[in-house]
């Protein structure tokens, strides 16, 4: 998974509440308008300096055959 999707993932897997068929919707409009989704990810990205990798790989699997993200990245991507 990228960093954008691991950090979406876990937003919906928290849920938000009431607000969740809604985001969903708005979600799949932006992906079919090609809309860069949810600016607060990118704020969140930028706050845990991992900005600049949103299309990195994490899994250990691709990390030894591509670069990826570091390890203190992948840390504060699990927290986040």
Known sequence: MTVR????????CLG??????LLTELSRKEREAGIK?????DA???????SGQET???TDYVLKIRRGVSGGQRKRLTTG
């Open 5 to 12: 999707e691991t950090l979406d993932f876990s937003g919906r």
């Open 44 to 50: 969140f990205m930028k706050s845990i300096a991992i």
């Open 56 to 58: 990195s790989l994490v």
């Open 37 to 41: 989704p949810d600016p607060e990810i």
């Open 16 to 21: 938000v509440g009431t607000r969740y068929q």
